[in-house]
């Protein structure tokens, strides 16, 4: 469902991008071949980026249609910011927006577990800013004078108030709790009660190395506190996250840092045979899969 905070983001997004183009092509017999180089590469990157995390986080687990989406959109955007100008400035902007595209939605993917949203509004913020900054550039080199975009505080003060009302809108993306059929439960627990938490759980160690897990099949018992500790062994970053939990956006995930490792305590309330997986792009591909037995 989409909610209030993705449609002003969309919007807000689609009315920039609508602004700057409608510049160029207003003024392209004005504006340098270098000018319209830059816009075309700056906004076909930015739009690809900024809508590939988006649709990599939305379509998380299909990276494939999440990447083919965005680097579409990022190269028409970049196409159309570059056309009024010269064909030096579409093949700019539209190898950017391919290039914006395709990392964003690996981004989004690698996000779509972990802070999302704080991580969207961040990158929300910097497109409104650098937008702008394109913006002034253009009316630089068109010697135009804008009384309220030349001036600084003015611009502050409206963009201070938007981000202020953007916030109060909550989340970009919902993050779903519940889900059907399998469920794990992640536990906390305070200083006094960790010792005999500490009695009560089984660990189980999983060895992330290029490209594999060790084991690459594990056992944990139903109804009891598992606690999986992620050893990365490896030279790269690695992941662990349990695939039927994906969609449902239950945090059965770790992430663990070159010779670093990274643990959390779970309880796996349905019995079954379940597939955990490195999310980092390519890494499942390369053999980084195994088996969760859950008896």
Known sequence: MMTPALLVTLVVISFLSFWVIGIVMVNRKKITCMTGMMVAMALGMMVGLIIGTLLGILLSGQLMASTLISMIIGLTVGFFAGVAVSLMAVLDGMLSGLMGGMMGAMLGEMLAMDHPNAFLKIMFVLFICLTFT???????????????????????????????????LGNI???????????????????????????????IKVTA??????????????????????????????????????????????????GKESSKTFVFEEAGTYHFVCTIPGHKEAGMHGTLIVL
């Open 134 to 168: 394109l913006i002034y550039m253009i009316n630089s080199e068109l010697e135009k004078k804008n009384r309220w975009l030349g001036n600084p505080i003015i611009i502050v003060t409206i963009l201070i108030i938007f981000f202020y009302s953007y916030e109060q």
């Open 173 to 203: 993306v919902e993050v779903h709790n519940g889900q059907t059929g399998f469920t794990a439960e992640a536990k906390t627990h305070d200083h006094d009660s960790m010792k005999q938490s500490n009695i009560n759980t089984e660990t």
């Open 209 to 258: 190395e290029d490209f594999r897990y060790t084991p690459a099949s594990i056992k944990v018992p139903k109804g009891k506190e598992v606690k999986i500790l992620l050893l990365n062994n490896g030279k790269v970053d690695h992941d662990f996250e349990i695939e039927i939990l994906r969609k449902s956006g239950k945090a059965v995930h770790l992430h663990a840092l070159p």
